[in-house]
């Protein structure tokens, strides 16, 4: 329907057409009707914010993405593996399906799954199959040609399914393999599979540990890597190191020490969030604590507080980071998907670090490579915001943006406000144009006047969360404008938040970038605002001609 084109993203991955998950049949439905940041002042320095599927790799020069696909309709069901390649994970490659459900072990669907390079350049593709009887069992498989760098063809395990969910486990509820990594004191491998426990715990989220010497046979280590009761089925659980003083991505197998902590993510099935938390592993005993116990996976930390999930991360050795990749789903309603042909997108590839001030989170940053889709720069200075005011900025067309801000606020009037007075809630306030003492105020992006989509089928709903601003710090944004998804970063990635967005009016030349203050008692100055029109990355199907690699 060339009526809705204008919602396809210019440098988001998406596929050319129909569904790409991520998740279930069953998005739920909400959406921002605008765009904006919130913020209010704690006397502690604190400041209030609100506004996939398959693995990815690196591959002999490639990147690859690897993603749940419906090669027949926009909606979930008869899943496939996607397949796409990039030199710089900005601009993609479509390749042909990867692999496609023909046994009775994937017959319900090839679903999410892992690749783990082993010595030697090979690589092991561990994936869940939905099998004929809808069982959930793990299957490897491998490249056909190693050799090939576009690992276009897949062959099989002969001895699959490898895994079977264990006794006591549901025959639905264990999936996702995770990248395996390496414990040298086993002279093992080590995948770990999320699930959940109805019976010993209460609706507990758990992680299975499997210890393997060959990716044929798998042992299942004694306990659980780690439980949360409440919390449900884990999906896409991911597990990684990171580094505590240096600013560097680490390889997977990278063991637990000093200035090494273990990150824990979870996608929670019950609530469609991807958690975190940051904490200490013992491979000796198959446990993970989280540092803090009230930030544990599943009750604090999440990566992104909007749309974000089934994400995944892969340690890119050739720039020595780890690159986290999420899945964003739509919010509008699944009839309005079938008319567009179309649903869903990759977040852009964000690079993950410690966040060495705060000591207790993780800092996400979209990778170098976007900024090279920077064209004009709009240096606006420095914008003093009186209380109630709505200014148009003058940027060119809105659609495509990469807007970086720094906010200085003079609280003097309403220091000692606490958050009864401040008469702003994310979940219940009316978004940007609702008032309170301390905000909202921020950015309205793809925005015509105020409200820039008169969308039915949609449920508009404020997202947010609070970003911590240490003393010295000043208030620092980063807002990511793609027709029809916005990406937020708080903080250098401290505080995430994507939202998709449907306008209506406000598309093409129509779009545009306004900021605000709605604080009734607040003085809010944009010390610095640089907007950069975005190129479009030309997302298109692989030509082996015009490969100059
Ligand atoms: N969707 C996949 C599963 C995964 C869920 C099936 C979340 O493997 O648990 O399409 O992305």
Known sequence: NSMLLWQRTSFHFQPEKNWMNGVDRNPYLIVLLFFSFLFKYYPDGELLLLTVGAGPMYYKGWYHLFYQYNPDSAVWGNITWGHAVSKDLVHWLYLPIAMVPDHWYDANGVWTGSATLLPHGRLAMLYTGSTLESVQVQNLAFPADPDDQLLLDWVKAESNPVVVPPPGVGAKDFRDPTTAWYVAAEGAWFVAIGSKNDTLRRHSGIVLVYKTVDFIQYELLPGVLHAVDGTGMWECVDF?????????????????????????????????????????????????????????????????????????????????????????????????????????????????????????????????????????????????????????????????????????????????????????????????????????????????QNRSSVASDLVKRVYGSIVPVLDAETLTLRIVVDHSIVESFAQGGRTCITSR???????????????????????????????????????????SRLDSS
């Open 240 to 448: 990684f190191p990171v580094a505590t003083e240096v600013a560097t991505g680490l390889d997977t197998s990278e063991p637990a020490g000093p200035g090494v902590k273990h990150v824990l993510k979870a996608s929670l099935d019950d609530d469609k969030h991807d958690y975190y938390a940051i904490g200490t592993y013992n491979a000796a005993l198959n446990a993970w604590e989280p540092d803090e116990p009230e930030k544990d996976v599943g009750v604090g930390l999440r990566y992104d507080y909007g749309k974000f999930y089934a994400s995944k991360t892969f340690f890119d050795p050739l720039k020595k980071r780890r690159v986290l990749w999420g899945w964003i789903g739509e919010t509008d309603s699944e009839r309005t998907d079938l008319t567009k042909g179309w649903a869903s997108l990759q977040a852009l590839p964000r690079t993950v670090l410690f966040d060495q001030k705060t000591g207790s989170s993780l800092l996400q940053w979209p990778v170098d490579e976007v900024d090279k889709l920077r064209l004009t720069k709009n240096n606006l200075g420095s914008i003093s915001l009186a209380a109630g005011s709505v200014l148009p900025l003058d940027v060119g067309t809105a659609t495509q943006l990469d807007i970086v801000a720094e906010f200085a606020l003079n609280y003097s009037a309403s220091a000692n406000a606490n958050e009864a007075d401040v008469g702003y809630n994310c979940s219940t306030s009316g978004g940007a144009a609702s008032r309170g003492v301390l905000g909202p105020f921020g950015f309205l992006v793809l925005a015509d």
């Open 501 to 543: 967005v449907y306008p209506t009016r406000a598309i093409y030349g129509a779009a545009r970038l306004f900021l605000f203050n709605n604080a009734t008692g607040v003085d809010v100055a944009c010390k610095s605002l640089t907007v950069w029109q975005m190129n479009s990355a030309f997302i298109r199907p692989f030509d």
